[in-house]
């Protein structure tokens, strides 16, 4: 039987970036997966609050300067992140691996004062409810960072050696930067819970 060819496909390209690629969508299910993780971590520690008058329970604040100079990091971040993202949309190789060396720095500058972060919560994780759950935040938020920063450091290495020239390792970039910005805008609202919502009452 003759078989008679329908159309000519060899002109498309054979890897897609964002929404077209299948590893954005399984960067998106991790995303709501994880942001759900992060939404019942918020709502135990909101359902706590509800149920002492004094919150903190008699605990000292936590020092919230090195809480905020990562959010600052993180915020900064954002800005050579997205750029990044453009030169994967052009595959450009030279650019994206000077943005992937620039990327893996910004992300170990904020795991660097996380370490100094644990200590000034100036509370354990086992003293009571109120420290329990600020340990839950943090450590899940860092968590994140550190599989982030782990993975963004392993597609830089490789966007050096003979790999980089698959197209699939743009997307891969492409994907890497999506899920940062998650991480980043994750940490706004558990870095409020942690320092602002005690202070303001």
């Excluded at 993180?74 to 992937?100: D, E, F, T």
Aim: aromatic share 14%; net charge neutral.
């Amino acid at each position: 039987m003759k078989q008679r060819p329908v159309a000519d496909l060899s002109g498309l390209p054979s890897f897609g970036l964002g929404p077209r690629s299948p590893t954005w969508w399984g960067t998106l299910g991790f995303m709501a997966l994880e942001g759900m993780g992060f939404a019942l971590a918020a709502g135990a520690y909101l359902y706590l609050a509800t149920l002492w008058p004094n919150w903190r329970l008699s605990a000292p604040e936590p020092n919230h300067w090195p809480g905020t100079i990562v959010t600052l990091l993180l915020i900064v971040s954002l800005v050579p992140n997205h750029i990044l993202n453009g030169y994967a949309k052009q595959c450009a190789i030279g650019p994206v691996r000077i943005g992937m060396v620039v990327m893996s720095l910004l992300g170990i500058a904020p795991l660097i004062v996380r370490w100094f972060e644990f200590p000034t919560l100036n509370i354990y994780w086992d003293t009571n409810a109120y420290g329990s759950m600020l340990w839950v935040l943090l450590g899940l938020h860092t968590t994140h960072l550190i599989t982030d920063v782990g993975e963004t450091i392993v597609l830089t290495v490789l966007m050096f050696t003979r790999h980089a020239y698959s197209g699939r390792r743009f997307g891969d970039v492409g994907d890497n930067a999506f899920y940062w910005d998650f991480v980043v805008l994750t940490w706004i609202p558990i870095y409020l819970l942690i320092y602002w919502m005690p202070r303001l009452g």
